[in-house]
């Protein structure tokens, strides 16, 4: 295996893979842009564990033999490189100022860069503050009530954790305050809390602003999720829309296709790195994660914005699908055991952390469930020691949360990752690769892989290829490998199980069924309901079939266009919620 892993003994066995025939010019841009996932799978029917697309001016060859993932991950660069024009076509960072950045960015220790910054050891510490931000933002909902919790969890998981990482005056603007830049690192300490408490009072002061009369509501508690609202927003509401329609272009933003043709995606672009070369001039990322990695970074001043983009869109892209699908696959009936299982743990988490230091503040109010009403305001669901427990329930990796979060992971990240041939090269592949067998790959080509099986459910045995055991199996893989592995994987997983402990310990949930919402809901003109989209639904159901983790196609499909990362719902899932009375102090 060793000589085919090193692209040189496998020169003699190498042959050229099969090239997709598509269109003049354009290649196979149009079917990957409309089918995805699917046309990927039908090349591979047709043309075996390896094959060519021409994506416009580019060809992208494609691998799935286990033999070829272990050498992806573990060539050098001057064989298979990250792709740098990616970096600079999306997010604006040329790679002349990027690329020998690149690994500062990733692992320098002074100041610490993201390795650093988000080692397990310095979880608990984020986690708690993430944990704060997300109760803020809770108190925001009515104790009972419909809702999209698509649009929901994309509210919460982005504002909180954006609020973490790049600290709550970005979300908040705000003046620069000249004097903040010599303050001792104490005082910063001092002020992130009162910026923390303020995003608090501001969180409750609109509970109260709308009605907080906690009347039964259907949609978005908290504006969270739809676009064009007419509601006066605030910035983090803003920032997030923005973000996700940053988002949903970035694939298309990332291929040939010129930018000209982009114009959203390019106004949220332009939108988002104002917000950010904003913030940073004010000084409202010192003391954050993000102001650390501008330091360690040292990138020249008209680039840090950009920079800054990268590693929002790299911390939420994927996190905030990632929280909706492990809630939504817990919630099936088919696993109502994990569920259980999850609930009970957090309760466990929280008790102890109740018994354990004792409950600050007085804890949980009583009263906090049943019939909402006014209650909302003061709502106060978890003491300081509860917290504390689940904090360490985060931090677990043995737990039943974290399963759950590995298991959605796998079950929703049979996507691509890309590299660029930095010459020619041999990718070892076939049934002989360990004997020398192997593809040829031109230098400039891109290799993608897409080493995911599927079919599986949820609690069924794991079977991973070979190649990725190494790397926490299929979870592990959604997260990248080799050297330029995701530096947020160890937070990522504790912010999934926090996030998931926090709304099942603290809610009931049932899933409502598709297209069925509340009485409340806006639901959808009949009339839109044209032959054409019964049609297009009769499509997505039968699409549902093949997609797995969710056989009886309860929650919404993921949208196969999407090829890098973890997939995006493509529908709304409305879910019917009302709090409940979490451990009291003692118990
Ligand atoms: C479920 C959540 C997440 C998934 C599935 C994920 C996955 C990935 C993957 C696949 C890569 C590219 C690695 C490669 O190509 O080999 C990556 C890169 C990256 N991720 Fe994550 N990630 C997640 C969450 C996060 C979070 C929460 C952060 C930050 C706090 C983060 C920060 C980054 C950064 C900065 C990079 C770029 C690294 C570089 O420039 O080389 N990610 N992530």
Known sequence: GRDAASGVAGKAAARVPPTVPGLPLLGSVLALGSRGAAFLQECRQKYGSAFTLRLAGQRMTFVFAPAALQHYFSAPDTQLTFAPAFTHRVFGLPPKHFYHRHFAMLQASMPPALRHELVPSSLPQHTARLLRLLLAHLRSWPAAGQLDLVAELKALVFQASVALLFGPRFLLGGEPDARQQQQQQQQEEEQRQEQEEEWERQQQARVQQEGGDGAAQAGSPCGGGRLGSPDPQSRAQRLQQTFFVFEAG?????????????????????????????????????????????????????YVANMLLALLWASQANAVSSAF???????????????????????????????????????????ARGRHGAEGEGWLPLSEAQQEGLVALAADRRSHAAAAVAEALRLRSFSVDVRIAAADVVVPCGERASAGEGIWVRKGDMVAISPYEEGMRLGGSTSVHGAVVGMGGVAGVSFGGGKYRCPGRYFAEAELALVTSLLLLLFDWQLLPRGQQGAAAPAPAAAALTSASRAQQRQQQRRQASVPGDPGGLLPPPDLHKLVGIKVPAEPCWVQYRRRQPPVPGS
Do not use: D, K, M, Y
Request: hydrophobic share 50%.
């Open 250 to 302: 970035f694939e298309l933003a990332a291929s040939p296709v010129p930018h000209l043709l982009q114009p959203r995606f390019l106004a949220a672009r332009r939108r988002l790195l104002a917000a950010l070369r904003e913030s940073h001039r004010a000084g409202h990322l010192e003391g954050t994660v993000a102001g650390r990695l501008v330091e360690a970074c040292g990138l020249p001043a008209p």
């Open 325 to 367: 699908w492990t809630i939504g696959f817990l919630l099936l009936p088919e696993n109502s055991q994990h569920l259980a299982a999850v609930v009970a743990e957090a309760w466990q988490a929280a008790a102890a952390g109740a018994g354990g230091g004792g409950a600050a503040g007085g804890g949980v109010r009583p009263g």
